[in-house]
């Protein structure tokens, strides 16, 4: 016997094998393409919910950043320069830590308006007692 006639003979076998069990094969194949379609869309899915978050910031927080590297009503060059101007600083009244924010900081929102003390400068802040609260960078 040749090889030809070999190879026909399995894939004649292969065929009446399939074709005996054709409503088997057809589910195993419907079901390898569901599961391989399902594991995709997860991966997709995650991917998609893995991005970082937008935050969106009141009007005013926008007031205090100055960009030095564009002119006004540009867009910027470098965007690691932006410079907060606005160094008012914020503390309340009745602290026993004595702990000042600046308004970027999330503890400067979470003083309520009738106890905040308002500083000009982080120097005045200083100058009046108070030092810079352990979550607020510069």
């Known amino acids: 016997m040749d090889d030809q006639s070999r190879v026909?003979?399995?894939?004649?076998?292969?065929?009446?094998?399939?074709?005996?069990?054709q409503t088997d094969t057809v589910l195993?194949?419907?079901?390898?393409?569901?599961?391989?379609?399902?594991?995709?869309?997860?991966?997709?899915?995650?991917?998609?919910?893995s991005k970082t978050p937008?935050?969106?910031?009141e009007p005013n927080d926008f007031q205090d950043i100055v960009r030095p590297d564009v002119g006004?009503?540009?867009?910027?060059?470098?965007?690691?320069?932006?410079?907060?101007v606005n160094q008012s600083v914020l503390a309340s009244k009745k602290s026993k830590s004595k702990l000042y924010h600046f308004t970027w900081c999330p503890g400067a929102g979470q003083i309520?308006?009738?106890n905040r003390l308002t500083f000009?400068?982080?120097?005045?802040?200083?100058?009046?007692?108070?030092?810079?609260?352990?979550n607020c960078k510069k």
């Open 112 to 114: 309520a308006e009738a």
């Open 72 to 84: 006004e009503g540009s867009l910027p060059k470098n965007p690691s320069t932006t410079l907060r």
């Open 54 to 57: 937008v935050t969106i910031l």
């Open 8 to 21: 026909q003979k399995v894939f004649s076998k292969l065929y009446y094998g399939v074709k005996i069990h």
């Open 28 to 49: 195993v194949i419907a079901i390898a393409l569901i599961t391989i379609t399902s594991y995709n869309l997860g991966k997709i899915s995650i991917s998609r919910n």
């Open 120 to 134: 000009t400068n982080e120097q005045a802040a200083i100058t009046a007692g108070y030092t810079l609260a352990g």
